[in-house]
């Protein structure tokens, strides 16, 4: 299967985007959730188009959890989705709502930069899906007619599609909605049948099925981004909290990772 990495901040419209791809109907869920996992992802299968869409947490609905375990979970859950991409990345996919006035959000940056900069090294074809555009004149021109801002701030993606997912509530049903549902849905895949890559595109130069590979790269995406949005913006104090916290997982989970890889060895010989 193809990956298709889809990720954005809480309430841009990922689970809708995944739902109106596929018609709401995929074979199999091939991920796991958990609720109180900062990084938890979730993968559906799409056979007749040969496509495995990965729904994860973008920065800024991510957050690290306000005691020590809740730290380490969310550092261990980072590790494994890492580790989850071992046989490459063919495009991804980030998803968010439209502004109104304003192009350019506060979590764009941060999470381009996560997956896009940190873990695809600029080497995997990306798309942007702006969604919330059901009811703007010229709908589906509003992402090319913006793509030069996206640009200047070093925001590159292959294609931006603008469009609308929306399928609940009462203007769900109304027939331009429906309509333009279904022009949104045609221009995504196309996009993406356009863009994907042929191949898959490691994430890494490093071997992922090490985790211990992983950890060092985890470790500088929390701290890098993380750490700084929403609830720990307010000071350097909390920061420095943070940053004590995620040191502490880390070793943790490094001597864990260790472990394991010694008994894996020991196993083997």
């Not at 695809?120 to 030069?148: D, I, Q, Y």
């Not at 331009?176 to 993406?192: D, G, M, N």
């Not at 909290?241 to 010989?269: G, H, I, M, P, W």
């Amino acid at each position: 299967y193809r990956k298709v990495v889809v990720f954005g901040p809480s309430g841009a419209g990922k689970s809708s985007l995944i739902k109106l791809l596929t018609g709401n109907e995929y074979d199999i869920d091939v991920g796991s959730s958990a609720c109180r996992v900062t990084f938890s992802s979730k993968s559906y299968l799409v056979p007749s188009r040969n496509i495995e869409l990965v729904d994860t947490a973008g920065i800024g609905e991510a957050q690290l959890g306000t005691a020590a375990p809740d730290c380490e979970d969310s550092l261990k859950e980072l590790v494994e989705l890492l580790c989850s991409f071992e046989k490459g990345v063919h495009l991804f996919v980030m998803v968010r709502p439209h502004a109104g006035g304003s192009i350019l959000q506060a979590s764009d940056e941060k999470n381009y930069k996560v997956f896009i900069d940190n873990i695809g090294r600029k080497k995997v074809p990306s798309l942007l899906a702006v969604t919330g555009c059901e009811f703007m004149t010229g709908m589906a021109g509003w992402g090319e007619s913006n793509k030069e801002y996206f640009n200047k701030a070093g925001l590159v993606f292959d294609k931006i599609v603008s469009g609308t997912c929306l399928a609940d509530g009462p203007m769900a049903d109304i027939d331009l909605v429906r309509e333009r549902r279904e022009q949104t849905k045609q221009a995504l895949w196309e996009a993406i049948d356009e863009h994907i890559s042929p191949k898959p595109i490691k994430v890494s130069e490093s071997t992922l099925n090490s985790r211990r590979d992983m950890l060092k790269l985890a470790c500088e995406i929390i701290a890098k981004y993380v750490i700084h949005v929403d609830t720990f913006s307010a000071g350097a104090v909390a920061t420095k909290e943070v940053l004590s916290r995620v040191s502490t997982a880390a070793a943790s989970l490094k001597k864990a990772y260790e472990a394991k890889a010694e008994e894996s060895e020991a196993e083997t010989s």
